[in-house]
């Protein structure tokens, strides 16, 4: 039972720290986020990776839902931007937290890794 918990606990941050960080560019920037400019560009490359990494399910879940309710993709594919959503937030997740136990061991605190 404890993988489990430990997935939805990884799954749980991932969504927090998409939602936080994109939050947080709409706020900064007055639009919403997306994989178009100022997020992505060909010109601040490392911006763009560093953006789309802790942003990007939430750049992914607004273009399908904006290209669904033009009709441009169909449900189907809209079921399929979701099931990658769901996996990018486990994934985002499970990075953060390998990151921040990484960063325990470093500072040497005590806690246990």
Request: proline content about 2%; aromatic content about 8%.
């Amino acid at each position: 039972m404890a993988g489990v918990e430990l997935f939805l606990f990884a799954f749980v941050v991932g969504l927090t720290v998409c939602g936080v960080t994109g939050s947080t560019m709409e706020l900064m920037s007055g639009r919403k986020v997306a994989f178009a400019e100022p997020y992505v560009s060909a010109s601040h490359v490392l911006r763009s990776l560093a953006a789309t990494a802790c942003a990007g399910l939430f750049m992914l879940v607004n273009d399908a839902l904006d290209a669904r309710h033009e009709r441009r993709i169909s449900t189907v594919a809209l079921l399929s931007c979701g099931c990658t959503a769901m996996a990018w937030a486990l994934a985002l997740g499970i990075v953060v937290l390998a990151i921040a136990s990484w960063s325990i061991g470093l500072l040497g605190s005590g806690i246990p890794a």
